[in-house]
Antibody
């Protein structure tokens, strides 16, 4: 069974940093396209970033220059490094396998990030 | 990034048919079509269909998707209580190099 498990969320002050992890089992992060999608409390889904199997990355304008997506193939883990965090980054962050025809067909349970002083 | 347009809410009766719409442009919905996801409160999204009317295994045949120009639609027949959820459309935007989402439609089954 394929599983994605996010971790690393928590409370951080504005301007701070966090690194989210998405541990996978049953699939290879190196041979799949992987995405991060977030959802602010009571709001809709917002795509954040994608990393293709070849290493190409793209970011939403709202996080460009502040967030960085990466992976560790040996650990089969996807990461999202988040710097210069703002209150509007407060959300549940989901990792997902991106099958190419949709932002995600396999999703983790999400990890909550709260940016507040 | 400009998102897709969905009606905020739709209400239909038990066993009726609901059609949800999603409007984009030539760079997203009109290009490669839309995907539809369902989300129940407190749960991650679940993929229902992709590239207009391809359903992952296990998705009910009561759901069907289509596209006309820059507007995608999801039709759910024989509505059941468990269909009550938030529904999101999404499409890859080739001009933005980004997935864009609609704001979501809350489907209420009366």
């Amino acid at each position: 069974e394929v599983q994605l498990v996010e971790s690393g969320g928590g409370l951080v002050q504005p301007g701070g940093s966090l690194r989210l992890s998405c541990a996978t089992s049953g699939l290879s992060v190196s041979s799949n396209t992987m995405s991060w999608v977030r959802q602010a409390p009571g709001k809709g889904l917002e795509w954040v970033s994608v990393i293709y199997s070849g290493g190409t990355t793209f970011y939403a304008d709202s996080v460009k220059g502040r967030f960085s997506i990466s992976r560790d193939n040996s650990k089969n883990t996807l990461y999202l490094q988040m710097n210069s965090l703002r209150a509007e980054d407060t959300a549940v962050y989901y990792c997902a396998r991106d099958p190419g025809a949709a932002p995600g067909d396999i999703w983790g349970q999400g990890t909550m990030v709260t940016v507040s002083s | 990034q400009a998102g897709l347009t969905q009606p905020p809410s739709v209400s239909k009766g038990l066993r009726q048919t609901a059609t949800l719409t999603c409007t984009g442009n030539n760079n997203n919905v009109g290009n490669e079509g839309a995907a539809w996801l369902q989300q129940h409160q407190g749960h991650p999204p679940k993929l229902l269909s992709y590239r207009n009317n391809n359903r992952p295994s296990g998705i009910s045949e009561r759901l069907s998707a289509s596209r006309s120009g820059n507007t995608a639609s999801l039709t759910i027949t024989g509505l059941q209580p468990e269909d009550e959820a938030d529904y999101y459309c999404s499409a890859w935007d080739s001009s933005l190099n980004a997935w864009v989402f609609g704001g979501g439609t809350k489907l209420t089954v009366l």
